[in-house]
Nanobody, 122 residues
Framework: QVQLVESGGGLVQSGGSLRLSCAAS????????MGWYRQAPGKERELVAT???????NHADSVKGRFTISRDNAKKTVYMEMSSLKPEDTAVYYC????????????????WGQGTQVTVSS
């Protein structure tokens, strides 16, 4: 059974910083793309950033220059450093991972974490 467990959310003042972490556990052969998404109240879930297995990244325009995604493949963990936070960054942040479970099968499955709340006060 695969789990993604997020940590690092919280309440921060505008202009502040936070670091989110998401660790994958369970029976995993390899992890392909990992990413962070967020969902604000009354809005749809949106992409924040993704990172491939070899470290290539993609960040949404709204967070470029302020957020940085990274990963530690040995620890099966993805991180997101968030700085210069704004009230509009307030949302539940979800970790996502595309995981290959078995060496003998190339199929992958999409997994989500439970979400961590980030609240930025003005």
């Amino acid at each position: 059974q695969v789990q993604l467990v997020e940590s690092g959310g919280g309440l921060v003042q505008s202009g502040g910083s936070l670091r989110l972490s998401c660790a994958a556990s369970g029976s995993i052969f390899s992890i392909n793309n990992m990413g962070w998404y967020r969902q604000a109240p009354g809005k749809e879930r949106e992409l924040v950033a993704t990172i491939t297995k070899d470290g290539s990244t993609n960040h949404a325009d709204s967070v470029k220059g302020r957020f940085t995604i990274s990963r530690d493949n040995a620890k099966k963990t993805v991180y997101m450093e968030m700085s210069s936070l704004k009230p509009e960054d307030t949302a539940v942040y979800y970790c996502n991972a595309v995981i290959r479970l078995w060496q003998w099968a190339s199929t992958t499955r999409n997994y989500w974490g439970q979400g961590t709340q980030v609240t930025v006060s003005s």
